[in-house]
């Protein structure tokens, strides 16, 4: 089943790009899953190997990228963000025993004064490993407290742009995945100010089971 592998890492400057270490005890076919923020926006491009399945920009810029680990796994990983002097930041986590071709994720900007609502999403398989960001941007450092039923993996306060990672204690179910609520340090603004994005991962498919009958099982079949 899906699980967090190691801890997540972190990366925060205000270069033209960010380099992030590479999350702990990583082997083939893990998927590494990094959240990318900057309060102006990206012009700067994804280490090679790198997908990206999410952007959008609101009073800042946010994109999700995947890369499947292989057996050899750089130390670290560089993204592109923009111009030096602009705050950004990463955060980066690896799932272990996940489906490399099937994923959901949901965006949102709901919630209101200090409350980032991650939205609901729809599982299509059981046994959902359920991860949990949240963005804000406020003139200050933000510090989150997850959700209930939620463990925080990473977080990163940084004025303008400060984000965190969480995930769900338990698998989902096939089906209905409920909404869940940050609560942020401070009041935010608008919604513009805010993001809550939900990622599903899921169980690879079941393989096709083969059912083998021994010759000598077949003429006793038909000596019947």
């Known amino acids: 089943m899906p699980s967090l592998r190691g801890s997540a890492t972190t990366g925060t400057n205000t270069s033209a ?3 992030v270490s590479r999350p702990s005890g990583v082997v083939a076919g893990d998927i590494l899953i990094a959240l990318q923020c900057n309060t102006i926006g990206f012009s700067g491009g994804l280490p090679s190997g790198w997908t990206q399945i999410y952007d959008d920009y609101f009073a800042f810029e946010a994109r999700v990228a995947i890369r499947v680990a292989s057996a050899s ?3 670290s990983y560089t993204f592109g963000g923009n111009t030096g002097g602009i705050r950004q930041n990463v955060i980066m986590i690896a799932v272990a025993e996940a489906d490399p071709d099937l994923y959901t994720l949901t965006d949102g900007n709901s919630g209101s ?4 609502t991650a939205p609901a999403a729809t599982a299509v398989r059981g046994d959902a490993f359920v991860v949990r960001y949240a963005v804000a941007a406020v003139g200050s450092p933000v510090t989150f407290t997850p ?5 925080e993996r990473a977080e990163i306060a940084q004025e303008w742009v400060s984000c965190t990672c969480a995930t769900q204690n338990t698998l989902a179910a096939a089906g209905s995945v ?3 609520n940050f609560t942020a340090s401070t009041s935010i603004v608008g919604s513009e ?3 809550g994005i939900t990622m599903l991962l899921y169980p690879p498919a079941a393989a096709k089971q083969r059912i083998v009958v021994s010759p000598t099982a077949v003429h006793r079949s038909w000596s019947w």
């Open 17 to 19: 790009t960010i380099s």
């Open 73 to 75: 796994e750089p130390s």
């Open 113 to 116: 004064g200090s409350t980032i």
């Open 147 to 151: 959700p209930s039923g939620h463990t």
């Open 178 to 180: 409920s909404s869940a």
């Open 193 to 195: 100010y805010r993001l």
